[in-house]
């Protein structure tokens, strides 16, 4: 959001009067007491009009910052409270925009302030204008010339630590868009006494100091220097340290500043070298020595600093040596050579100090000069500084002072005509009538003392180039000739009889009456310091020097060079250079700082009345105030002064529509403010007493209460509005609220309610309906069983004679026909699988059909195993009947016969047919074969077995070799008579053969097969079908076998596992065979 331009003005919130033209009364009493006020609240600015008093407060405020820069840039000068700054850039604006050469004077005495005023507009100006990386160097440049030329030119004294020697003027210089581009600077009579010599409680000038505090071990073994002060008979001991300053700091930032500035290494160390050539002369000393003539003459006690300072300087140590001694005064082309007594010498030795120090300094502003000017030759726009004593009134006033107060008299001069000349262009411009104005013109005494013809410098240089003897008395007795008639010129022995009676003036004084103060001028050094000598030896000593810097400063003692014509005085080098800064100032805008010291202490809070009173009469300033407002008071352009005051008239408030100028007339008549009080510019109004406008201000201000109080009313009346309007808006969005809540709730119990009364009223109407409907069915029913019952009585009184006697059994008969149906109906559905060993069958539905049931199911599981037979070839009934027989035979008696169940009965095992090796067996055969397999025939003799093939057929028992097929015996079955074999799991068996047969010759046959089962059944059906008679098998785990003539008994017993699962057959005796079975 854009900031809010408020329109402010000076006139508010000021503490005592913001500018001096609107005190009232005025006097010296009201303007110290307005000061003092302001003072006390840290406002140490006030304004003149247009000039700037400064207060120095003697302690940093805070009135300087960034923010206060930035509050004060392109502010009107009277908008804002008083402040150095709005003087800066109300001189920096008119410089850029209304392309005015701007000059800012700041003047006051010593310790007031000047030069920290002059740094602050010299620093704001570099805040406000333009950036870049080349205006940001000059800018920097144009600062830190400030350091240097305080470290020379500066110096502590009793009334300020960092007191300026020196005056300086300081051109800056800007291009059209107000950029800095460089600057000149010029310097005014550097106090040089103080380099060899300082008043109690002072100091030296800064740069010895710092030199001695701040420079390495090196460099000041370089400058064959000492550290410690009090080697140095220049620097005065009782104040060599100043509170708060750290020279050694100073030092480095000198040097820092002086490389910023431009000074080439070797540049700045040639200075160096000649402060210290400076510092060791003082510690020349002398002593006398007797000559034949009987004169005194001068010599050097210790040639050691000598010889240092000419290795320094690079000066031949015999002519400076010489020069110390003998002095060469040239009369008539002749060359007259006088030696120097002591304090000749002395005298020669601070003079030649004093002046290469000068010329040092005048050298260093040179150079800076030339680093810091202007590298274009456009036109450029100028704002100076001038930073230069004020008025001085010491008890011994001397030629010094006298120079200062003479150019304080010339910037008076300057602002008198400048102020009055720009107050009457502007009544001029704004058409308004010129009054004459009664102020004092300081005209008079700057003629008394610059008079080409009778002036007091004037007659000074008379006395100092008239040959013959002059002394300072002589130049106040001609003085007292000259100007004794003057008004404002007063001695003892001036012929003015007004002052004879003033026994205060003492002799050898004149006094001057300037305009800010009477002032005692002590004669005595007049001539002296106006002549400015230094002998004629000495600068050529110092042009011999090798040191290119010093041979430069002493140009006038080149020989080639000699020149007989005097060098100009200092009063009139002083007097020239003045005028060149008038005429200068003279083409400028002047602004103006007069600064003020409120205290002889350098203490803060401290307002001396009596001080300050002192200075506002020297510096003029209720003179300024007077010539200020000698026609009008105040005055502001239309516009503001409508905008400040049209509150104050029901026209003009609030808008005005007209032109600025008629509201103001309408204003200023509607409050009835007397005619002669005010007069109407071309753009102005003008103002001629303070009282009219403090009473517009009060006005303004009890209007402005009354408007605060009218827009609080309204604001207060538009908040509880606004406030009560929401209320009352809420209020019915609430109560709509509650009530639509209060409503559904009231609806809802309605509705419920509503519906538990109607679920009541419907069920008892449906139970009345329901009760109805019962009752009706019930009637229907009663009547439909009456009815039911009186046809059966009907009928049966009818029928009765045909069915009574059998009626029963026939429904007997009938429900259990329809039960047996109802069941063989159901069996259908659930029979079992037809395979023979599903054992499944339905639960017997019915008690009395259990004996069917069960019938049924055999019948049933017979028909399966018929149906299951009737699948069977011939080939595959024989092998079950075969099955069958070994069923019969053996089940449950042979421990073997349940292993032979699953094996299929092959019979050939081997294959006779096939093999050629048993064609001759096969040939010798011509009946079936049944049975071809080899066994194990038992030895009858030991029990040893022996693998026969067996064969059976039709008719035959045929026994043959395995390998051969050889027949080895053939029994006929019908000599077969038995066969025997054990309980047990053995192959083992006998076959009994009958007594007296062909083939019983050798005994019945003992053999082992692993297939005893099927041949046991094969050979009792094979002799069952041939013989017609069953085979006698006997099982019995002992039974007989006739072996020859022997009965031998067969015994199978549990045997040992030595044979694995193996049996074992024994011949135990002639009666026993035993078989062990595992
Ligand atoms: N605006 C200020 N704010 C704070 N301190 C100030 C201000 N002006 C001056 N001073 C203090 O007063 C001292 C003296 O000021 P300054 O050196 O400017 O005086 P001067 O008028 O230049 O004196 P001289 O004529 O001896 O050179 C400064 O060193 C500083 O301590
Ligand atoms: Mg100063």
Known sequence: MAKMEVKTSLLDNMIGVGDMVLLEPLNEETFINNLKKRFDHNEIYTYIGSVVISVNPYRSLPIYSPEKVEDYRNRNFYELSPHIFALSDEAYRSL???????????????????????????????????????????????????PVLEAFGNAKTVRNDNSSRFGKYMDIEFDFKGDPLGGVISNYLLEKSRVVKQPRGERNFHVFYQLLSGASEELLNKLTLERDFSRYNYLSLDSAKVNGVDDAANFRTVRNAMQIVGFMDHEAESVLEVVAAVLKL?????????????????????????????????????????????????????KVSTTLNVAQAYYARDALAKNLYSRLFSWLVN???????????????????????????????????????????????????????????????????????????????????????????????????????????????????VCATHQHFESRMSKSSRFLNDTSLPHSCFRIQHYAGKVLYQVEGFVDKNNDLLYRDLSQAMWKAGHTLIKSLFPEGNPAKINLKRPPTAGSQFKASVATLMKNLQTKNPNYIRCIKPNDKKAAHIFSEALVCHQIRYLGLLENVRVRRAGYAFRQAYEPCLERYKMLCKQT???????????????????????????????????RNPRTLFKLEDLRKQRLEDLATLIQKIYRGWKCRTHFLLMRKSQIVIAAWYRRYAQQKRYQQIKSSTLVI??????????????????????????????????????????????????????????????????????????????????????????????????????????????????????????????????????????LYPSSVGQPFQGAYLEINKNPKYKKLKDAIEEKIIIAEVVNKINRANGKSTSRIFLLTNNNLLLAD??????????????????????????????????????????????SSDHLIEMATKLYRTTLSQTKQKLNIEISDEFLVQFRQDKVCVKFIQGNQKNGSVPTCKRKNNRLLEVAVP
Request: a neutral charge.
């Open 96 to 146: 850029r925009d209304q392309d005015k050469d701007q000059c800012i004077l700041i003047t006051g005495e010593s310790g007031a302030g000047k030069t920290e005023a002059s740094k602050l507009v010299m620093s704001y100006v570099a805040a406000v204008c333009g950036k870049g990386a080349e205006v940001n160097q000059v800018k920097e440049q144009l600062l830190q010339s400030n």
């Open 758 to 895: 109607q679920s009541y009223i419907r069920g008892w109407k449906a139970r009345k309906i329901l009760r109805e409907l019962k009752h009706r069915k019930r009637c229907e029913e009663a009547v439909t069983t009456i009815a039911a019952y009186w046809h059966g009585t009907q009928v049966r009184r009818e029928y009765r004679k045909f069915f009574r006697a059998n009626a029963g059994k026939k429904i007997y008969e009938f429900t259990l026909q329809r039960i047996v149906q109802k069941y063989f109906l159901e069996m259908k559905n659930k029979m079992p699988s037809l395979s023979p060993i599903d054992k499944n069958w339905p639960p017997r539905p019915y008690l009395f059909l259990d004996s069917t049931h069960k019938e049924l199911k055999r019948i049933f599981h017979l028909w399966r195993c018929k149906k299951y037979r009737d699948q069977f070839t011939d080939q595959q009934k024989l092998i079950y009947e075969e099955k069958l027989e070994a069923s019969e035979l053996f089940k449950d008696k042979k421990a």
């Open 962 to 1007: 395995q390998k051969s097929g050889q027949i080895k015996s053939e029994v006929p079955l019908v000599d077969v008579t038995k066969v025997s074999m054990s309980s047990q799991n053995d192959g083992f068996f006998a076959v009994h053969l009958k007594e007296g047969s062909e083939a019983a010759s050798k005994g019945d046959f003992l053999f």
């Open 282 to 334: 003082g510690n020349i000393e002398f002593k006398p020595e007797s000559r034949v003539n009987g004169l005194d003459e001068s010599k050097i006690k210790d040639k050691n600093e000598l010889k240092e300072i000419c290795e320094l300087t690079g000066i031949d140590q015999s002519v400076l040596e010489r020069a110390f001694s003998f002095r060469t005064v040239e009369a008539k082309q002749e």
């Open 653 to 687: 408030w609030p808008h005005w529509k007209g032109p600025a100028r008629a509201g103001v007339e309408v204003l200023f008549n509607e409050l009835e403010i007397p005619v002669e009080e005010y007069s109407f510019g071309r753009s102005k109004i003008f103002i």
């Open 367 to 481: 150079r800076i000069n030339e680093s810091i000017k202007a590298q274009t030759k456009v036109r450029k726009k100028v704002m100076g500084v001038l930073d230069i004593y004020g008025f001085e009134i010491f008890e011994d006033n001397s030629f010094e002072q006298f120079i200062i107060n003479y150019c304080n008299e010339k910037l008076q001069q300057i602002f008198i005509e400048l102020t009055l000349k720009e107050e009457q262009e502007e009544y001029v411009r704004e058409g308004i009538e010129w009054t004459h104005i009664d102020y004092f013109n300081n005209a008079i005494i700057c003629d008394l003392i610059e008079n080409n013809t009778n002036g007091i410098l004037a007659m000074l240089d008379e006395e100092c180039l008239r040959p013959g003897t002059v002394t300072d008395e002589t130049f106040l007795e001609k003085l007292n000739q």
